[in-house]
């Protein structure tokens, strides 16, 4: 069973950046796509950004295009989430996971809230 670890969050202002961090317990996630998914309160769980694993090809909803980058290190078993130019409609729960679907057991998330 991969463990999802998520790391970096917490409270900056609007404008401001956050480089958010997910470590894997295992190599598994280096043969798949992986991405970062948002959970506002009462909304449902959003894919925020995704890189495949061969190439880096990178994808990003319009919401987030132009301000978040997300990159991995598959020799550290990291996923990195660098987010800028943050609003705060970005405020929520960030986790990582396969995607384009999350088919791992979900971590426990790290905590973004934007203030205006």
């Known amino acids: 069973q991969v463990k999802l670890v998520e790391s970096g969050g917490g409270l900056v202002q609007a404008g401001g950046s956050l480089r958010l961090a997910c470590e894997t317990s295992?190599?598994?996630?280096?043969?798949?796509?992986m991405g970062w998914y948002r959970q506002a309160p009462g909304m449902e769980r959003e894919l925020v950004a995704y890189?495949?694993?061969?190439?880096?090809?990178?994808n990003y909803p319009d919401t987030t295009k132009g301000r978040f980058t997300i990159s991995r290190d598959d020799a550290k078993n990291t996923v990195y989430l660098q987010m800028n130019n943050l609003k705060p409609e970005d405020t929520g729960v960030y986790y990582c996971?396969?995607?384009?679907?999350?088919?791992?057991?979900w971590g426990q998330g790290t905590q973004v809230t934007v203030s205006s």
């Open positions: 996971n396969t995607a384009p679907r999350g088919l791992l057991a």
């Open positions: 890189i495949v694993s061969s190439g880096g090809r990178t």
């Open positions: 295992t190599r598994t996630p280096s043969m798949s796509a």
